[in-house]
């Protein structure tokens, strides 16, 4: 069946009532940004849903956020440096890791829950017409709960140990938005593929596990010999954990040729992320 494209701007019946004009779809979709404010009550309603069915029916609800990060920096911290001498660039390694671990598990759960979103909410899509944007968009901001709670642990943990951030915290909505345009970027991509191909969901758990030991969160970035840190840095969330920790902990300058280069891989990726996903949500409502 052909797919059809709906127009984002509605006409005037003679009723009075509004409608929309469906048209054949052009060579390239427009993102149609206008549409998407037309649309953000039921993008908080997708939020506020999703939030409060996270941790329902649970016995220890919100707490759950505070222990998984934790509990993995204290594995980290046995492992990586008490067994294994992993350097921590002059840091209490549970500073540190914990510094990059909470920006992690927030690019993983958003990275995620985005992926099978679509799929996840195949009734609301067959039945009427929205922004299908919006749902991925929803699933990756409701990661940031969590990170507000994690974050509140990370300050009494850098309080403990007598770590104090400078001014560079000021530059930390940076990149926690960096970790949220990367995890949007990817989760285009995987939640359309994982319509027609329902592979997806069983890829991305291992793909989130290999892309964190691929990620500076246990190890250091001095690690990595210099000569390969630019092809290193096309790892888009090296940037992010890079310029998390240097606001937070201010230690080592400023990243810039690595955040420069997961800039620009993240920017590739949600352009062409946008492109496919516009592309491909008009069979959404015959495939899912």
Do not use: C
Not at 27 to 43: F, N
Not at 123 to 140: D, E, Q, S
């Amino acid at each position: 069946m052909t797919p059809v494209a709906i127009s984002a701007e509605p006409f005037q019946h003679k009723s009075g009532l509004p409608v929309r004009r469906i048209e054949p779809p052009h060579a390239l979709v427009p993102l149609d940004l206008s549409e998407l404010w037309e649309h953000r009550e039921l993008l908080y309603f997708l939020l506020w849903r999703e939030v409060k069915v996270r941790y329902k029916q649970t016995a220890l609800g919100v707490v759950w956020a505070l222990i998984q990060p934790f509990f993995t920096m204290v594995v980290f911290t046995v492992v990586f440096s008490r067994f294994g001498r992993v350097p921590s660039d002059g840091l209490p390694y549970p500073v540190f890791a914990f510094s990059a671990l909470l920006p992690w598990q927030l690019f993983a759960f958003a990275l995620t829950e985005s992926s099978n979103s679509v799929v996840a909410n195949q009734r609301l899509i067959t039945k009427v017409y929205f922004p299908r944007l919006i749902i991925p968009l929803a699933a990756v901001l409701v990661g940031l709960a969590d990170f507000s709670v994690g974050f509140g642990l990370l300050v009494a943990l850098m309080a403990y140990y007598g770590t104090m951030p400078g001014a560079a915290v000021l530059t930390l909505p940076i990149w926690t938005l960096l970790a949220v345009a990367t995890a949007s970027a990817v989760g285009l991509w995987l939640s359309a593929l994982n319509v027609r191909y329902r592979d997806v969901r069983y890829t991305v758990p291992f793909l989130v596990q290999l892309w964190m030991f691929a990620t500076p969160v246990a190890y250091p970035l001095s690690v990595v010999p210099e000569s390969w840190r630019p092809l290193y840095a096309l790892n888009p969330m090296v940037g992010v954990i890079e310029g998390f920790r240097w606001a937070l902990l201010g230690n080592g300058p400023a990243p810039g040729l690595a955040v420069a280069i997961s800039a620009a891989v993240v920017l590739a990726i949600l352009v062409s992320g946008l492109f496919y996903f516009r592309r491909t949500e008009l069979t959404f409502a015959d495939v899912v």
